[in-house]
Nanobody, 124 residues
Framework: QVQLVESGGGLVQAGGSLTLSCAAS????????MGWFRQAPGKEREFVAA????????YYADSAKGRFIISRDTAKNTVVLQMNSLTPEDTAVYYC?????????????????WGQGTQVTVSS
């Protein structure tokens, strides 16, 4: 069992940066691929970024490439999403997720555990 708690959301002006953190509990956290998703009002939850268990492989949605960086610290049981050059289109609730397999990391059904989400609002 893995429990996930996100933090770091807030209000930021366009062009600014935010760092989201996901604190995980569970003995096997280090073996789980992790991902970040987001959901804007009236839209489907969408993939943002994912990282494999070792941190050696990272995956990004086209909208995140070049602006966001995902990383993990297994010793601290955390996954971090560094977001730069934010635009109003990045406004959403951001969710951290953990997967028990290395497959399907870009889709919601590929994950077994989810956090409650943290709101990110980017003003123009």
């Amino acid at each position: 069992q893995v429990q996930l708690v996100e933090s770091g959301g807030g209000l930021v002006q366009a062009g600014g940066s935010l760092t989201l953190s996901c604190a995980a509990s569970g003995r096997t956290f280090g073996t789980y691929p992790m991902g970040w998703f987001r959901q804007a009002p009236g839209k489907e939850r969408e993939f943002v970024a994912a990282i494999n268990w070792s941190g050696g492989n990272r995956y990004y949605a086209d909208s995140a490439k070049g602006r966001f960086i995902i990383s993990r610290d297994t010793a601290k049981n955390t996954v971090v999403l560094q977001m730069n050059s934010l635009t109003p289109e990045d406004t959403a609730v951001y969710y951290c997720a953990a997967s028990s397999t290395p497959y399907g990391l870009a889709i919601t059904s590929g994950y077994d555990y989810w956090g409650q989400g943290t709101q990110v609002t980017v003003s123009s």
